[in-house]
């Protein structure tokens, strides 16, 4: 018997968006170096957001069982 995991795209997206709002509070401070940390670490959460949606569409779909 497989193994079921649990892949989970909610989480990652909560903590892109609050990347994303932490890097808007540090560029209205004129905090460039760490807005800009905040924003990649943004697109690290969203890129895991996309894999575990593209996984879950795969699981859907057949393509991995």
Excluded: F, W
Excluded at 15 to 42: C, Q, T, W
């Amino acid at each position: 018997m497989m193994e079921q995991v649990l892949i989970d795209y909610a989480y990652p997206m909560m903590i892109a968006e609050r990347k994303l709002k932490d890097a808007h509070l540090a560029l209205l401070d004129n905090n460039y170096d760490v807005g800009s940390e905040r924003l990649v670490e943004a697109m690290v959460e969203i890129k895991m957001a996309i894999n575990s949606v593209k996984h879950m569409k795969e699981q859907r779909d057949g393509v991995r069982k």
